[in-house]
C-alpha cells in the first residue's frame, strides 16, 4: 500500500469537516420566545426588541426596555444508513447498519437586548446578543452491538461550539405611517466537529472497507470567528388596521483560522508516520435573507402572514486552505508531502418560509394576558444527494404557541412551546454524493457513506421577560389600533 497518498486523502478529508454552515441553513429554526409563538410570523407585526433579528423598523415601538429570553432546542433524530457495495466480482450488495441516534444537550439559547430612546422618542438604539438555533447534535461511537458507529464517517459530534450573534441597531418614524431600523451583527464564536475517516485500502486485499484498525478521527475548530453583516427593514402603516413590513438581511462571509487534529489509523501500515502542523484557513458565504410581512390588527387581535426568502445557493462551497500541514516519515515516499488548497462542493440551494400567525389579549382578574399561536412551513436548502449528518435538514412544519403576562406597566412575563415537524428523507446509495476517503482513486469506485434513511424531530421551549423602564408604551389590547405603538 503507497502511503503517501493516503496521507493526503486522510488530511484532505479531515478538512472537510462540517462547518458552521452545517445544520442545513445554520438554524434548524427561526428564533425568539414571542415571535416562535406567532410561528416565526413577525415583520409586518415586529414591535418589541425580537424585531433586531426579523425587521429592525419595530424597535422604534421598544425604546426604554430590556429583552432577555431563552429556548431550548430540544432535537433528535435517527440514521439507518444503507450502503451500496462493489465486490471484487463487481456484483453490488445493499448494507444496512444498526440505526444510530443524535440528541443536542439541554442548552437554552439565550436572547439579550437593551434599547433607549433619543429626540424625544424620534429614534431608538439598541444592542446586544443573541444565539442562532442550531441543532448541534452528538452520536454514540458504538452501535448497540458493540460495533463502530456508521455514522462516524459524516459526523461524531459539535461537541464544544459556541456561536453568537452581537450587534447594535437604529431605528426611526420619520412619518407617522412610516417605520424604518438597520443594525450591523456579527456570528461570532467557535465551531468544532468530530468525524472519522476510513484509510482502508479500497481494493480491499489488505482490509475490508470500514476496518476500525483504519480509522483516523480527526477534530476541526473553526474560530474564532468573526463575520459582520448588517439587515435593515421598514413597516408601513397604510390604513389604521394594516401594517406591511419587509425586511433584508445582508450574505455573511465567514473567513477564518483553523486547527485541525489528527489521530492516524492504529494499523501497522501508520507506524512511524506523523502529521506535521495543525493549522488552516476556511471560508465559505452564509446566504442574504428577504422577509415580507401583512399583519392585521383589530384592537386586541393580530393576524399577520409572512414569506421568507433565504439564498443558500450562495453557500456552494467550502474552501479550506492549509498552512503548513503535512504529512512526514513515510516510507518509500517523499520526505514531506503537503497538503494543497482543498475546495469542498456544497450545493445548497435556495429555501422559502411561509408563516401565519398571530395573538390577541385580554384580562383575567385585573391581569392583561395574551395568548399566541403560528404555524410555519420551510423547505429545506440542501439537496437529497448531499444530505448528512454533518448537513442535516428537511422540510419542516413547526406548530407553535405561548403567551404573555403583564406585571403592572413595566413587566411582561413570556413562554413558548412548539413542535417541529421534519419530513423523513430517504437518500438511494447510487444518488448519495458524500464518498469515503479513498486513497488510491484508481482501484475502486466511488462509494458513498450518506445513503439511507434520516428521520428528525425537535421542541421548542422557552421562557422570557420584558422589562421597560421610563414611560412604558401601553401594551397590546389597550384599545389602540394599529397606527399606534402599542405592544
Not at 46 to 56: E, H, I, S
Not at 144 to 165: M, N, V
Not at 262 to 267: A, E, F, K
Not at 299 to 306: C, I, K, L, S, T
Request: hydrophobic share 40%; net charge neutral; aromatic share 10%.
Amino acid at each position: 500500500m503507497r502511503r503517501a497518498p493516503v496521507a493526503i486523502a486522510l488530511l484532505g478529508a479531515a478538512l472537510c469537516s462540517p462547518s458552521p454552515a452545517a445544520a442545513g441553513g445554520l438554524w434548524f429554526s427561526d428564533r425568539g420566545v414571542r415571535p416562535m409563538g406567532r410561528g416565526g410570523a413577525f415583520v409586518a407585526g415586529a414591535d418589541d426588541l425580537g424585531a433586531v433579528w426579523y425587521n429592525p423598523a419595530g424597535i422604534t415601538a421598544a425604546p426604554n426596555t430590556v429583552l432577555v429570553d431563552g429556548t431550548w432546542l430540544r432535537f433528535s433524530n435517527e440514521y439507518t444508513r444503507e450502503l451500496a457495495v462493489r465486490d471484487a466480482d463487481g456484483v453490488v450488495k445493499r448494507v444496512h447498519s444498526p440505526t444510530v441516534a443524535g440528541s443536542s444537550p439541554i442548552l437554552p439559547l439565550p436572547t439579550m437586548v437593551a434599547s433607549y430612546g433619543l429626540l424625544d422618542g424620534k429614534l431608538t438604539v439598541a444592542g446586544g446578543v443573541f444565539a442562532p438555533y442550531v441543532a448541534l447534535a452528538s452520536y454514540d461511537k458504538k452501535t448497540s452491538d458493540g460495533q463502530p458507529s456508521p455514522a462516524r464517517y459524516t459526523l461524531g459530534s459539535f461537541d464544544g461550539s459556541a456561536l453568537a450573534l452581537p450587534g447594535v441597531w437604529i431605528a426611526g418614524k420619520p412619518l407617522d405611517w412610516l417605520q424604518l431600523g438597520a443594525g450591523v451583527h456579527a456570528l461570532v464564536g467557535t465551531f468544532v466537529s468530530q468525524i472519522t475517516f476510513s484509510a482502508a485500502p479500497q481494493d480491499r486485499l489488505l482490509s475490508a472497507p470500514e476496518d476500525p484498525d483504519f480509522d483516523a478521527s480527526s477534530e476541526m475548530r473553526v474560530g474564532p470567528i468573526f463575520a459582520p453583516t448588517a439587515n435593515l427593514g421598514a413597516i408601513v402603516t397604510p390604513l389604521p388596521y394594516l401594517r406591511i413590513g419587509a425586511a433584508y438581511q445582508l450574505p455573511t462571509r465567514v473567513s477564518s483560522d483553523a486547527t485541525l487534529q489528527v489521530r492516524l489509523p492504529s494499523s501497522s501500515v501508520f507506524d512511524g508516520a506523523a502529521v506535521v502542523g495543525d493549522r488552516a484557513h476556511v471560508s465559505f458565504t452564509l446566504p442574504d435573507i428577504a422577509r415580507v410581512g401583512v399583519e392585521a390588527r383589530f384592537d386586541d387581535v393580530r393576524v399577520e402572514v409572512a414569506y421568507a426568502r433565504e439564498f443558500w445557493s450562495k453557500h456552494d462551497e467550502i474552501v479550506a486552505e492549509p498552512t503548513g500541514i503535512s504529512f512526514r516519515g513515510v516510507t518509500g515516499g517523499p520526505d514531506r508531502v503537503n497538503l494543497p488548497v482543498i475546495r469542498i462542493p456544497r450545493r445548497f440551494r435556495d429555501a422559502s418560509s411561509y408563516r401565519l400567525g398571530g395573538e390577541v389579549t385580554f384580562r383575567v382578574k385585573g391581569y392583561k394576558l395574551a395568548a399566541r399561536a403560528g404555524i410555519s412551513y420551510e423547505q429545506s436548502a440542501v439537496p437529497p444527494e448531499y444530505l448528512s449528518l454533518s448537513s442535516l435538514d428537511f422540510d419542516k412544519t413547526t406548530l407553535a404557541g405561548g403567551g404573555s403576562l403583564y406585571i403592572g406597566e413595566r413587566w411582561r412575563f413570556d413562554a413558548v412551546i412548539g413542535h417541529i415537524f421534519a419530513a423523513e428523507a430517504d437518500v438511494a446509495p447510487e444518488s448519495a454524493r458524500i464518498g469515503r476517503i479513498n486513497p488510491l482513486q484508481k482501484s475502486a469506485p466511488f462509494e458513498s457513506v450518506n445513503g439511507g434513511r434520516y428521520r428528525a424531530r425537535a421542541d421548542l421551549l422557552g421562557l422570557g421577560l420584558q422589562y421597560s423602564f421610563g414611560a412604558p408604551p401601553a401594551p397590546p389590547g389597550s384599545g389602540q389600533r394599529l397606527g399606534s405603538t402599542s405592544r
